[in-house]
């Protein structure tokens, strides 16, 4: 059994692989500039005894309550299913098998 967790995964994704992703798919240069830009113009800031210090960048993870959000996660996943795909074209990993006489394989197809 393979378990990922995901909500970690959510909050790490790298902005580089995301963009590789949207290149291997086919998105148009202007297209994944927009989303780019989207997701990395993003600052934060620390409150230290309730005073607000410097703004940072972020540079990783998907804004949770944007509408945007899940569209990207899913082309992010879009890389394990694709390594998944091939181990399990080379029976490197098998699905499990569910039923006695005529079972029924669940993958993560």
Not at 40 to 62: D, H, I, Q, W
Request: overall charge positive; aromatic content about 14%.
């Amino acid at each position: 059994m393979f378990k990922v967790d995901f909500e970690k995964a959510y909050n790490s994704i790298d902005w580089g692989y995301l963009q590789l992703v949207m290149t291997k798919k086919g998105f148009p240069w202007k297209w994944r500039k927009w989303i780019m830009d989207c997701v990395t113009t993003t600052y934060a800031s620390v409150l230290v005894n309730g005073s607000p210090k410097n703004e940072f960048s972020m540079c990783r993870g998907l804004r949770k309550g944007d509408p945007f959000s899940p569209f990207l996660f899913l082309l992010a996943t879009e890389g394990l299913n694709v390594m998944l795909s091939a181990v399990t074209d080379v029976s490197l990993l098998l699905g499990y098998k569910v039923g006695k006489a005529s079972h029924v394989c669940v993958s993560h197809h």
